[in-house]
T-cell receptor, first 110, second 116 residues
């Protein structure tokens, strides 16, 4: 199972919106609505931001939103803030019964 | 609030085995899969496998099949990951993670260093 494809880096200025793509295939992202996104700051544990493509866990800001079209999922961060600077990972369920992460996208706030 | 407490860092020689424990609390242990995810230095997150704490049945990423054993003790709500035949590139932080449709609650991570 190959990792999902994410851009290595994305940048934006404070207040702007950015979108991170995550491309898979028909047996992972395209198969089920089981895509999640994680924020990972250095020396911290990853944090769940989005699950089931576009749902928020309790306590996560609505500035983070998710979507999916075909074999590609996306995470949009609105009103970018300095604290959003981190590495972001997508993750998808893979038929029949495993999971795969994307390679990670480093977000830089200019 | 779910909590996952992992065992401490270890240094192992190539070819050896390592076992990492993950003691859970604050949720119903048998209701959610217990996954293992690792991150090697300079690399991204990698899903290794999961165990159904209720049934004891495990699933693995293909690259770890045959080299990873997942077990659990329902009486102590603790999960275990054993990795055999350690190689230099198994040096990584290993996380236990519980969740249903996603990886909700993460342990603090256990650094396993493989060095001769």
């Amino acid at each position: 199972q190959s990792a999902l494809t994410q851009p290595a880096s994305v940048s934006g200025s404070p207040g702007q919106s950015i979108t991170i793509s995550c491309t898979g295939i028909s047996t992972d992202i395209g198969a089920e609505d089981l895509v999640s996104w994680y924020q990972h700051h250095p020396d911290k544990t990853p944090k769940l931001l989005i699950y089931d493509v576009n749902k928020w866990p309790s306590g996560v800001s609505s500035r983070f939103s998710g979507s999916k079209s075909g074999n590609t999922a996306s995470l949009t961060i609105s009103a970018l803030q300095a604290e959003d600077e981190a590495v972001y990972y997508c993750c998808s369920f893979v038929l029949p019964r495993s999971w795969v992460f994307g390679g990670g996208t480093k977000v830089t706030v200019l | 609030q779910a909590q996952m407490m992992q065992s401490g860092a270890e240094m192992k020689k190539p070819g050896a085995s390592v076992m990492v424990s993950c003691q859970t609390s604050g949720y119903s242990f048998t209701d959610f899969f217990l996954n293992w995810v690792r991150q090697a230095p300079g690399h991204g997150l990698e899903w290794m496998g999961r165990i159904n704490p209720h049934s004891g049945v495990s699933n693995f990423a293909q690259k770890f099949q045959g080299r990873v054993t997942l077990t659990r003790d329902t009486s102590t709500t603790t999960a275990y990951m054993q990795l055999d035949g350690l190689r230099f590139n198994d040096t990584a932080v290993y996380y236990c993670v519980s969740g249903g449709n996603a990886f909700d609650y993460w342990g603090q991570g256990t650094l396993i260093t493989v060095s001769s």
